[in-house]
């Protein structure tokens, strides 16, 4: 069964375009999407079809729920429209056998006739997301127009999306087969074909969100041209950042995520004895919180504050001395580095992946690689509060500079025009470039 949220979605697509004659028909194509969502991809569509709806295009969210329920049953709350964007959920009687045949076979199975509906000759765009159980790479051959597809893991070279090996290090060496059993999976046996390189031919432009994030693309053996495009914070949120600071007898340094074995906190909790002058406040939930907390025990410094409110994060964040990042995997570029530099708080981080490009381009923080180094960058900014200060303004005007919404969706047009003018899209490419200078409209 598809359903269909946003039962005024013919509403909709009549809306006047604020944007005037630059108006786009956009499509995002997802396989999470907010309520059904786990982690950032979900967040980054929502706020990426936020923003281009705020400058008068329109916009509509293609995103499968088999996934979500198979793996968590149904969620708290569904809302049936999302400001103003038009929202397609698709979902099957058998969620977990609809799931299970994408992943086997790369291509929509239970969704394919619907998918094929909803997107062919009806847009301007189609931005293919985390695809990997709408529709796998046999969802791109779908529907005409600009596409793009934006990588948020590192799902088109990895079974397990996280270049994780037998889910215990860092993958330098592909053993997919032996690794996805070990990850407890079922093999993926379309990534055993040509399909993969097939179906890329029918889109215009592969992004991923850091330079390593495309450094790992092409090592792990992806053939397709594929580039480095920002990430962004909304505006609205942005406008939020000047509560006055906190009154606290000790300085903190504040972690934000999911607490699992690949977000490396077991690495941070021993350096939390009773010599180092700071706090450890960790907000967060997941399945490594039991092993966390026995670390942790008689450690009064270091305190699990459970999940938070975005509200309660923005004051933890702009009072803690430094945001900590220590992954032992390879992230593509997590939020929590720009919900960090919006606020003034620096970053001390693990020297991996994106980070070291983030400080390159930020000078907003400390990498380290052994425990030695991280100790000396939590003391140097436990006890200098003018460090911990100068480098988080260093990474607010990054932030301003490079991740603020109007700069990144600017770029985002201009891409647009770019793929269409490849393509001779002339009238395409003319509105893009004319988007590109459409600010957002205040409510």
């Excluded at 964007?85 to 291509?107: C, E, N, W």
């Excluded at 090996?165 to 055993?192: A, F, G, M, V």
């Amino acid at each position: 069964m598809n359903i269909i949220a946003d039962p005024k979605a013919s509403n909709a697509s009549r809306m006047p375009a604020r944007s005037g004659g630059a108006a786009l028909r956009i499509a995002m194509v997802t396989t999470f999407y907010p309520p059904y969502n786990f982690g950032g991809d979900g967040i980054y569509v929502q706020r990426l079809a936020r923003a281009l709806v705020a400058r008068g295009h329109h916009v509509e969210v293609i995103h499968d729920t088999d996934g979500y329920r198979a793996l968590a049953g149904e969620p708290g709350s569904a809302r049936a429209a999302d400001d103003g964007i038009t929202v397609h959920r698709l979902g099957s009687r058998m969620p977990k056998l609809s799931s299970l045949a994408v992943q086997q076979f790369g291509t929509p199975c239970m969704h394919a006739a619907r998918l094929r509906e909803l997107l062919t000759d009806r847009f301007d765009v189609i931005h293919f997301h985390n695809i990997s159980l709408v529709g796998g790479p046999g969802v791109w051959k779908f529907g005409t127009g600009v596409k793009l597809h934006t990588a948020h893991e590192h799902w088109m070279v990895c079974p397990t999306h996280i270049l994780w090996r037998d889910n215990k290090e860092l993958c330098d060496e592909r053993r997919c087969l032996s690794c996805t059993i070990k990850h407890r999976r079922p093999p993926q046996l379309w990534r055993y074909s040509n399909q993969l390189s097939r179906e890329a031919r029918h889109v215009d432009r592969f992004l991923t969100l850091s330079a390593s994030a495309v450094d790992n693309h092409k090592r792990f053996g992806f053939g397709a041209p594929i580039e480095a495009f920002p990430s962004f914070l909304p505006e609205s949120e942005s406008a939020m950042s000047r509560d006055p600071k906190l009154a606290l007898d000790r300085p903190y340094f504040l972690f934000v995520g999911r607490l699992e074995v690949i977000k490396g906190l077991q690495d941070i909790i021993p350096e939390f004895d009773a010599d180092l002058p700071a706090d450890l406040l960790i907000a967060g939930s997941g399945s490594y919180e039991p092993e966390l907390r026995r670390l942790a025990a008689g450690r009064a410094n270091v305190r699990f504050l459970g999940q938070k409110t975005a509200d309660e994060l923005r004051m933890l964040y702009r009072n803690a001395r430094a945001a900590l990042t220590p992954s032992r995997c390879y992230e593509v570029f997590p939020l929590v580095v720009l919900e960090a530099f919006r606020d003034a708080t620096p970053i001390v981080a693990r020297d991996l992946g994106p980070y070291p490009e983030i400080i390159a381009q930020s000078s907003a923080g400390r990498l380290f690689r052994t425990s030695a180094e991280l100790r000396q960058a939590l003391i140097d900014y436990a006890t200098n509060e003018a460090a911990a200060t100068e480098d988080g303004e260093r990474g607010r005007a990054a932030f301003e500079r490079l991740w603020s919404e109007d700069v990144v969706i600017a770029r985002y047009m201009n891409l647009i025009a770019d793929c269409a003018d490849l393509r001779s899209m002339t009238e395409l490419c003319v509105r893009a470039r004319s988007a590109a200078m459409v600010p957002a409209f205040a409510d």
